[in-house]
């Protein structure tokens, strides 16, 4: 079975490699799935999507045309791709539902500890010889309130990485979690009493209709003064209009984003040399009490063995005409 990676990255690359232990046929290209790349898709009975790619309905159209009877997404997240369209079409679907749940949570405590322990000042400050502590007073994280919203297998870690720190755990899931309860002293309760007393909201709820704009200004009003908001999850969980209006009003104290609902053709691209028109991230990224990462919260060594390794056993099953335990909707 031939099969087109689009959206290839060179830190994936190698990984990919290893895992193609049945000698597939593959080929990786850097272009995007969309509208203009559809063709590409052209002899190839499968395609490898990234979080990047258009896999909407009249893509999956073009691609079916195209031959195309299986599409691997090398990711957990499936808000890019129109399943129900895909299932209509006869195309086979699967994700990569548990790659490393403990990268992404490890990863939203870092923007925790390094917003509320002013990392990123001090180093700033330091570079230029001063060593100064006034703007860099943070608190205890022991004994704080956090709010985990999301509590499925990343949301979980989240909780038992923060039980460590001696934290007040609240949570808000359509699926309470007994094991969390127990474990982890999480108590399960609304989203709007979650907000209005939690310290620190970490976000780790996947994109749909439900969650799109989850957090907005409503629900922002709800919170305590000075809030700290981690979203590692998906950027159009948060209305990020918004998240910087409360910003400059000081309702929201901290912000740490790994994720952005506009960052599609910015992030996992070099912009040095080239000019950047987003006028939202410009002014968050120049915000002190605002850090960005550019979606690496899953760049791990063991996240990327997981996404290639399961990549591989999707395409290898289909290869086989098996089903995969990872076709959408999951049997």
Known sequence: MRTLFYSSKAFERSYLLKENTDGQ????ITETLNDKTAHLAKGFEAISIFTGDDASAGILEKLEACGVKYIAIRAAGYDNTDITKANEL?????????YSPHAIAEHAVALILALNRKLIIGHLQLQAHNFTLDNLIGYNLNNKKVGIIGTGETGSVAAKILHGFGCNISAYDIMPDKENENKFGVTYTSLEELCKTADIITIHTPLNEQTKYLINDKLIKLMKRGVMIINTARGAVVNTADIIENLLTGQVGFYGMDVYEKEKGIFFYDYSDKELNDGQLIKLMAMPSVLVTPH???????ALQNIAATTMYN???????MPSENELPHR
Not at 25 to 28: A, P, Q, S, T, V
Not at 90 to 98: D, Y
Not at 316 to 321: D, L, P, R, V
């Open 25 to 28: 046929i593959i080929e990786m």
């Open 90 to 98: 006869r195309i086979c679907v699967a994700n990569v539902p548990k």
């Open 296 to 302: 690496q919260a899953f760049a791990t060594a063991e």
């Open 315 to 321: 395409l290898n099953c289909w290869a086989k005409n």
